[in-house]
């Protein structure tokens, strides 16, 4: 056990020397190691969201990425226990996608602000005022409303989901600046009726794209000045912004693109500074794999829920099966066929 220590704080400290203090680095070398000798042995897989804390990030996630890539990987393996280290509505998806596997959260405190502004009972009376309209969900939702859904959709493949419909409109849930930039992007006109109404309104019955004002807590907080700003401190600085900015920072900004993308563009371009307008943790994440590139930093934006996730609660779930993602089975099934609906789409 002790080599396994000494090789993983090796690792760490190569990655992370620079930003996280040595004491600290060989605290978190020996609990990434133990985690990854109970892996072993209980035939776990760990998942690890973009977002982690870089500790953990770089230490125990058998796969790293965006919601979509590790929906992938929760489909596909073949382990007994699938450990989510993102938030519920993603260890929830795992379990809608594998539900012979036990899916542990190891903090219940990992919600969101996004999955938490829609319940499955405002799909339905939206789906009431708007009869046959089908329901884009983005994967940021609670199994129930994924369940009311007719297909889901990431902020990467938002737009192609949205096109692969083939209709003139889309209900398009929960996220306000997702959908202002999907509608934007796929050129169409966007409402969003307020909740009070019974019925849509004649002017109403033409729209193409029927919102929802649910936000992202961290993306919300960005503005047009900030790039301002850094554009004029660092005028060869790439920025680039997650589509729950708003369309305004969106545009404003070199590129917008979901996390796994952003870490591709990171990767495969020349420029030596990049902004990142989104969660801080995967600046510093994208930071130690590009110890080359300068990442600026606005300013520490964590999301309060992802945070809740740290190596320690990662141990604990091991060690004693918790927290068990336990969902109904008719939910399971529907809320399945939209989120495989989208994997088609790609
Ligand atoms: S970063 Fe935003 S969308 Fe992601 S979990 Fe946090 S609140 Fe939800």
Known sequence: MEAAITAMYQRLHEKLRTTVPDAEIRIKARLAAEINRLKQERNAVILGHNYMEPALYHSIPDFQGDSLELCREAAKTDRDIIVFCGVRFMAETAKILNPERTVLLPSLEAGCSLAGSITAADVRALKMRYPGVPVVSYVNTYADVKAESTICCTSGNAAAVVESLGTDTVIFLPDEFLARNVARETGRHIIFPSAMSPAPAETELDVQMIGWRGRCEVHERFTTQDIANVRAQFPDAVILAHPECSPEV?????????????????????????LLLTECAMGDNIAAANPDKEMLRLCSVRCPHMNQITLEDTLESLQHNRHIIDLPADIIERAAAAVERMIAVG
């Open 250 to 274: 969106t545009a404003a900004s070199d590129f917008s693109g979901s996390t796994g993308a952003m870490i591709r563009y990171v990767e495969q371009t020349k420029a030596p500074r990049y």
